[in-house]
């Protein structure tokens, strides 16, 4: 049994995944933009996450752009049985480096091609509609018609399942009018938690909520109060702030990424951290502090 067995399951389309995952977007170079410093080390880290256990991946060809996609690809085919690889479409980068929507059929079609041959692929797992009326986070507007594309290219055997990302409550509800929605993926933490209430809401109906920046993101996690609790159990903030994740709601899925081994072994040891009473009252109180 890997370490990573103690953070227990949860279903994903119609597979079944370890709540601790791996994000991949941190092995492309600065910015999420070209290159990894160090290519050998991104593919050691890849190969690492799936000796450990990791049995769900989140990337997107957007990542690089195709950086990410293409070194899973290197590190890890033949995949395993068991692995399940999640990716997103509705944007793409500029020359400079720029997330631009890239919303329409021709567009989303084109996505799905790219990472279906990136990946080495002949259909993806779960693609999640990035829905990007804001680039800085969830914004009304209707996903009738690009959700109606990608659910065509389900028809076509292209992708298997769907999930949506950087969405409101309202845009879920409509999705689901649309297909099945098997995965919500949004900007949520410790102090970022605007979600409560959609997490409980997509536990009650099985499907799983996929936090991105669960440490921060570009503007990490920083509280005495999450310091102190670490210090107290023995463990690192980061780790500290995985754990309420995984204790938050059982349909939580953590797919914290980075660069180096050494850190990606912290954080699946998360995994072992039991969080007592009073820990999880005093992180849940760091959001309105």
Not at 65 to 87: F, G, K
Not at 139 to 165: C, D, F, K
Request: hydrophobic share 45%.
């Amino acid at each position: 049994m890997s370490r990573i067995d103690q953070s227990n399951t949860f279903t994903l389309g119609n597979r079944t995944v370890k709540r601790l995952g791996y994000g991949a977007m941190q092995l492309a170079g600065p910015g999420v933009f070209g290159p990894p410093k160090d290519r050998d080390a991104a593919l050691a880290v890849l190969r690492e996450a799936v000796a450990s256990g990791v049995n769900h991946i989140d990337t997107s060809d957007f990542y690089g752009p195709h950086v990410t996609n293409q070194l899973i690809r290197e590190a890890l085919v033949p995949y395993p049985d068991d692995l399940v690889i999640v990716t997103k479409i509705g944007a793409r980068r500029g020359a400079d480096g720029a997330w631009l929507p890239a919303f329409s059929s021709t567009d989303l079609t084109q996505a799905v091609h790219d990472n279906l041959r990136n990946l080495g692929l002949d259909a993806l797992e779960v693609v999640n509609l990035r829905v990007m009326f804001d680039t800085h986070g969830p914004a009304e507007g209707s996903i009738e018609a690009p959700l109606t594309a990608l659910a065509e290219l389900q028809r076509q055997g292209l992708v298997r399942h769907i999930g949506l990302s950087n969405v409101t409550a309202t845009q879920v509800a409509q999705g689901r009018g649309i297909c099945e929605i098997v995965c919500v993926q949004n900007h949520y933490n410790l102090a970022h938690r605007a979600d409560d209430a959609m997490i409980d809401d997509l536990a009650d109906a099985g499907i799983a909520y996929v936090p991105f920046f669960p440490l921060g993101g570009f503007n990490p996690l920083q509280s005495t109060i999450l310091s102190d609790v670490a210090a107290g159990l023995g463990v690192t903030p980061m780790q500290a702030a995985l754990a309420w994740l995984l204790r938050r709601a059982p349909n939580i899925l953590l797919i914290p990424g980075t660069s180096s081994v050494a850190h990606l072994r912290e954080n699946l040891a998360t995994a072992q951290i039991n969080l007592p009473a009073d820990a999880m009252t005093a992180l849940n109180s760091i959001a309105s502090s």
